[in-house]
């Protein structure tokens, strides 16, 4: 079973970063694409980036792009999600989910029903 805890979480001004982990225990992350996906209060939960279990295919959501970046440590058994130039809307509950890596080339799994299991959240809060 693949267990995920997120981390990085807390309170920064807006233009400041903060960078969330996704640490897998149980068993090893080189096989799944893992997703960061984030939810704000009275919103539905959004997609926000994802990176193939090879690390050849990453994807960030517009609403980040240019600001944000993924990146796995294998060595740690970890996911990253570098976040700069935070923004007021950037807040939310960041999840990172897991699924095993079956795409034979296609593009990479997007929807939160695609991916079997999730962490606890990380709340990030972009407030002056």
């Known amino acids: 079973q693949l267990q995920l805890v997120e981390s990085g979480g807390g309170l920064v001004q807006p233009g400041g970063s903060l960078r969330l982990s996704c640490a897998a225990s149980?068993?090893?992350?080189?096989?799944?694409?893992i997703g960061w996906f984030r939810q704000a209060p009275g919103k539905e939960r959004e997609g926000v980036s994802y990176?193939?279990?090879?690390?050849?295919?990453?994807y960030l959501a517009d609403p980040v792009k240019g600001r944000f970046t993924i990146s796995r440590d294998r060595a740690k058994n970890t996911v990253y999600l570098q976040m700069n130039s935070l923004k007021p809307e950037d807040t939310a509950v960041y999840y990172c989910?897991?699924?095993?890596?079956?795409?034979?080339?296609?593009?990479?799994?997007?929807?939160?029903?695609?991916?079997?299991?999730w962490g606890q959240g990380t709340q990030v809060t972009v407030s002056s």
């Open positions: 990176i193939s279990s090879s690390d050849s295919s990453t």
């Open positions: 989910a897991g699924t095993l890596d079956l795409r034979s080339g296609a593009l990479l799994p997007k929807a939160p029903y695609e991916y079997n299991f």
């Open positions: 149980g068993l090893t992350l080189d096989y799944y694409v």
